[in-house]
């Protein structure tokens, strides 16, 4: 048998040492990953057919990414909000709805501001504040049911609009709760 | 470090809340409230010992969950009830304990919550008050007012911080920024914090919260008095939520070490049900303030004695403007408001009578009188009494005094304000002063190039011009002046237009004319035949008591659902710098009330009981210039 020598024994000693350092970087990843807020659901609002009562609606909503930024997954869960309001509850439920065809093209958030720019289709409203009040009401309480959102900036098309054409909603400022 | 706290919090409110009208008889009339304009009803209610409990899942409870953007948690195995409020703040109640949490208080309730068919219930009237909210009876209507239930003023190093957290979320407007004051107003939110609190703070000597507005739109205002050389930051936010600012300078002259303040709700112990207004508390302090909690009127044939109750000292001022602009104002300096604002209408020689919270430390009672009438100020021992004659006043009568009552010294504005300036009429940061009180401008929804909605070739343009022109005959008749923003079918501003072009053209003709107030007239509509009703809109606090007068008139006169009155961002009301109100009359998309919107008679209803909604909000039109 061969006896060690000093230089094998240190080879095995940085051996175990860079064994602790990956087992302790593997601990910290995983808990870290553990640590990192992992919503799983949304609420989303949509107006009943009273025009004015806000019915809470969860949908599921992928977790916070690993490594993800606040400000990336606060967008993304902005986005994601905004196309289940425009696109409403399942079809069979009684709502105010956008006028069909109505998309999210773009969001964006500055500080607690979100910016939502929808297609050229909602502004083929009906004619009567019913649907364009609802519309926006169930839009702005979505968004701003997630943390740190408190207003709505809407644009159409890229545009912003004091109103829409023909319609009565000021769309000239952020839209609040407290403005319904 | 010194630090002032003012922490009513959720505890005592809920202490209050138990202090209110009492649990309700039935489900169905006693659990229905209307929080920010929307009507909530509780279904899923259970009486017990007097009191309501609400089921968890309850949708209008869920509903209102979901407004304030709390959560709630039912975990069984733990028989728990957990709601995280937006702020956040846990409320936690367990099945069969009277002990429940706001926070890091505990508290004690009328009841334990209990579980029936797999569903917890919880007390109603504390949970209420754990969510901040108070309940506030306007004419018969139970509100859900969110209260400003928190404010941290602290200080260390020089450097002043205030936080002030609401059920909702705070927006502050900034209504008065000068060496001597920063004045803060919250609109939408009530407060039972309302009184003056010295405070040994940098930058700041005293605080002063106040309430105005009315029970469906109140303001909270927060007065800083600042000391010399303070200087303030910009409005912040930690969450979103609560309003946040930094202020910087000198402690207050004669301060001793920082002092902490602390006020609080009325004690939770038992007291009699009272008025569904909590009741003002102010501080014991020096500088107590006058509470003025009544004004009542007494006629005779010499002509109207105004008596208004007054506890404590206060200096007045008051002053008259000439005929044709026959108005008469008092200003109660160091006092505040403990009762709700009021508008009265009497008669001659008095046609109305306001009663508002000026600002943070004055109260103004304005009369308009049916001409230039003789007033004496008589300051008595319970208040001050204005005694108006029936007879006109000498020429050379007074416009202007000044006095105290209850031992005040009376105090002489620095600048003696011109009294034919009617920039001194006018109630709150807010208020509107009429060029023309005699102009109501009345809006034709849509017109022209601008259909509106369309149903079998009848457009809703045509039917709103149709009931205007109506509208503005009955007000004519009765004395006002009209203008109507389109006479015909056309447009305002120019065919084809942008909607912001043509609705700011609309208000820009009642902006410029200074009118008493505008109403709009539109008809409704929907992709489908089922909405249907009236809906009143309104978008600014000055609008409110308008809007509520007409849509009370709507209801009554037409045989429509009533829909009743609704906050929402329209841009004509908004933008429109006098009371404003749009009704959307009946929905073309109904068959029922296309059948009605069909009828001329119908539509005559309905300009009548918009005349007579304005007859209720604004009295008769004021006397022409040449009577």
């Known amino acids: ?180 | 470090m010194g630090r002032f706290a003012v922490r009513i919090g959720s505890a005592a409110l809920a202490a209050l809340c138990l202090l209110l009208p009492g649990a309700p008889a039935r489900a169905d009339s006693g659990t229905s409230f209307v929080f920010e304009s929307t009507r909530i009803d509780f279904t899923h209610v259970v009486r017990k010992n007097g009191n309501v409990a609400i089921g968890a899942d309850d949708p209008g409870f869920r509903t209102l969950l979901g407004a304030l953007g709390a959560n709630l948690t039912w975990k069984p195995g733990d028989r728990s009830v957990l709601i995280a409020t937006a702020q956040p703040v846990i409320i936690s109640f367990t099945v069969g304990e009277t002990r429940y949490d706001v926070g890091t208080k505990a508290l004690t309730a009328s009841f334990a919550p209990f579980e029936q068919d797999a569903v917890p219930y919880v007390p109603l009237q504390e949970l209420l008050g754990a969510l901040d909210l108070a309940i506030v009876n306007d004419g018969g209507t139970r509100l859900l007012q969110p209260q400003l239930t928190d404010l941290d003023l602290s200080s260390s190093g020089g450097r002043t911080t205030l936080v002030a957290r609401a059920a909702i979320a705070l927006h502050a407007r900034v209504v008065a920024d000068d060496a001597r004051q920063l004045t803060l107003a919250f609109d939408g939110v009530g407060s039972t914090l309302a009184g003056t609190k010295p405070v040994q703070a940098a930058g700041v000597s005293s605080l002063v919260v106040s309430v105005a507005g009315v029970p469906r739109a109140p303001t909270t205002l927060i007065s800083l008095q600042l000391t010399p050389g303070a200087a303030h930051g910009v409005a912040d936010t930690d969450d979103g939520r609560d309003f946040k600012i930094g202020l910087s300078g000198p402690m207050p002259l004669g301060g001793g070490p920082a002092t902490t303040v602390a006020v609080t709700t009325p004690s939770p112990s038992p007291q009699p049900l009272a008025s569904a207004t909590p009741a003002l508390q102010a501080s014991a302090s020096p500088a107590a303030i006058a509470l003025v909690s009544a004004v009542a009127a007494q006629s005779d044939p010499a002509g109207v004695r105004i008596a208004v109750t007054v506890s404590g000292g206060a200096s007045f001022e008051w002053h008259r403007l000439r005929d044709p602009d026959n108005r008469f104002w008092i200003d109660l300096h160091g006092a505040q408001l403990s009762m709700p604002p009021r508008d009265d209408a009497l008669g001659d020689p008095v046609q109305t009578v306001r009663i508002r919270q000026l600002d943070p430390t004055t109260v103004r009672v304005a009369l308009s009188l049916t001409g230039e009438k003789l007033v004496n100020v008589l300051p008595t021992a319970t208040g001050i009494e204005l005694d108006v004659a029936t007879v006109d006043a000498p020429a050379d009568a007074a416009r202007i005094g000044t006095g105290s009552i209850g031992g005040a010294i009376p105090v002489v504005a620095e600048a003696t304000p011109n009294p034919l300036d009617t920039s001194n009429w006018k109630f709150g940061p807010q208020a509107y002063v009429p060029a023309n009180p005699r102009l109501i401008v009345i809006d034709p929804g849509h017109g022209g190039s601008d259909r509106g909605a369309i149903r079998n070739g009848v457009s809703e343009a045509a039917l709103a011009l149709d009931m205007a022109n109506r509208l503005q005959a009955i007000l004519v008749a009765r004395g006002w002046e009209v203008t109507m923003t389109h006479t015909d079918d056309s447009d305002v501003y120019a065919p084809n237009d942008t909607a912001r072009q043509e609705l700011q053209a609309r208000d820009d003709i009642a902006n410029n004319a200074g009118a008493r107030l505008l109403v709009s007239v539109h008809v409704n509509s929907f992709i489908n035949a089922g909405p249907n009703g009236t809906t009143t809109y309104y978008a600014k606090p000055s609008d409110v008591a308008l809007a509520d007068a007409i849509r009370q008139r709507l209801a009554a006169g037409l045989a429509t659902k009533d829909d009743g009155v609704v906050k929402s961002k329209f841009y004509i009301v908004l933008h429109a710098l006098m009371p404003a109100a749009l009704v959307e009359t009946a929905f073309l998309s109904n068959p029922d009330d296309f059948a009605k919107l069909n009828s001329p008679q119908w539509r005559q209803h309905v300009a009548q009981a918009i005349a007579d909604g304005i007859g209720d909000y604004a009295g008769a039109p004021p006397p022409a210039p040449n009577q």
């Open chain 1, 1 to 180: 048998m061969t006896p060690r020598t000093p230089r094998r024994s240190q080879r095995v000693l940085v051996l175990v040492a860079l064994l602790i350092v990956a087992s302790a970087l593997s601990w910290w990843v995983l808990s870290t990953r553990r640590s990192t807020p992992a919503t799983g659901s949304l609420t989303v609002y949509y107006t009943k057919l009273d025009g004015t009562t806000e019915v809470p609606w969860p949908v599921s909503m992928r977790p916070r990414a690993a490594g993800e930024s606040d400000a990336s997954y606060v967008r993304e869960t902005v986005k994601y909000a905004a196309v289940q309001a425009v696109a409403g509850p399942a079809s069979d439920v009684q709502a105010i709805r956008f006028p069909p065809g109505t998309h999210v093209l773009a969001v964006d958030v500055t500080a607690t501001t979100a910016t939502v720019d929808l297609s050229r289709e909602v502004e083929q409203q009906t004619g009567g504040s019913f649907g364009e009040n609802g519309e926006f009401k169930a839009l702005v309480y979505s968004l701003t049911s997630i943390g740190g959102i408190d207003a709505v900036q809407v644009k159409v098309v890229g545009r912003t609009l004091e109103t829409l054409p023909g319609g009565h909603l000021a769309l000239d400022g952020p839209l609040r709760r407290s403005d319904w």
